[in-house]
Antibody
Framework: EVQLVESGGGLVKPGGSLRLSCAASGFTFSTYSMNWVRQAPGKGLEWVSSISSSSTYIYYADSVKGRFTISRDNAKNSLYLQMNSLRAEDTAVYYC??????????????WGQGTMVTVSS | DIQMTQSPSSLSASVGDRVTITCRASQSISSYLNWYQQKPGKAPKLLIY???SLQSGVPSRFSGSGSGTDFTLTISSLQPEDFTTYYCQQSYSTPRTFGQGTKLEIK
């Protein structure tokens, strides 16, 4: 079964750090670009960051640039998001999502169940 | 950044109805448009990619159309499990951006 499982969420104080992980199974992880997408409570979806299959291309939303770092370990079939200098507005469910590419079009075709990050004093 | 605007934000309908949700991009995105369904407390699920291609396993009552700046998601005959929230998303450029969502409610 194709699956993504996030972990590492929790309660952290403003200015603190947290590292999220996403374990992939059921597909050849090393051939897919991967992404983090977040959703604040009661709000819509916001793309956060993406990383290409071999980590060559990395992109961030302006809202997290300079504070978050995406990485992956293809030997461990794992995706990571290091989050530093956390703010209250980073409070959200964080999803990892696989990027599927079909004839030059791409879409987030597989999603994890999400992990909740709460930034509060 | 490309802004995606969905309308309406909420919609009331009945089982068996045909409904259409609209998504408008702030600039032309050709057919680089995807639709997702999200149920409460669950991750989004891909329904339509490349504006009109049905994702594997998605019921044929869902269809998408459009190109350029204007797109639609149509559900031909609403089923009870379809009453939830839908999002469009552009895949034309980075940052990938989503519409604000359309909540489909039972009338």
């Amino acid at each position: 079964e194709v699956q993504l499982v996030e972990s590492g969420g929790g309660l952290v104080k403003p200015g603190g750090s947290l590292r999220l992980s996403c374990a992939a199974s059921g597909f050849t992880f090393s051939t897919y670009s991967m992404n983090w997408v977040r959703q604040a409570p009661g709000k819509g979806l916001e793309w956060v960051s993406s990383i290409s299959s071999s980590s060559t291309y990395i992109y961030y939303a302006d809202s997290v640039k300079g504070r978050f770092t995406i990485s992956r370990d293809n030997a461990k079939n794992s995706l990571y998001l290091q989050m530093n200098s956390l703010r209250a507005e980073d409070t959200a469910v964080y999803y990892c999502a696989r990027l599927s590419v079909t004839t030059s079009h791409d879409a987030f075709d597989i999603w994890g169940q999400g992990t909740m990050v709460t930034v509060s004093s | 950044d490309i802004q995606m605007t969905q309308s309406p934000s909420s919609l009331s309908a009945s089982v068996g109805d045909r409904v259409t949700i609209t998504c408008r991009a702030s600039q032309s995105i050709s057919s680089y448009l995807n639709w997702y369904q999200q149920k409460p407390g669950k991750a989004p699920k891909l329904l339509i990619y490349a504006a009109s291609s049905l994702q594997s396993g998605v019921p044929s009552r869902f269809s998408g159309s459009g190109s350029g700046t204007d797109f639609t998601l149509t559900i031909s005959s609403l089923q009870p499990e379809d009453f939830t929230t839908y999002y469009c998303q552009q895949s034309y450029s980075t940052p990938r951006t989503f519409g604000q969502g359309t909540k489909l409610e039972i009338k």
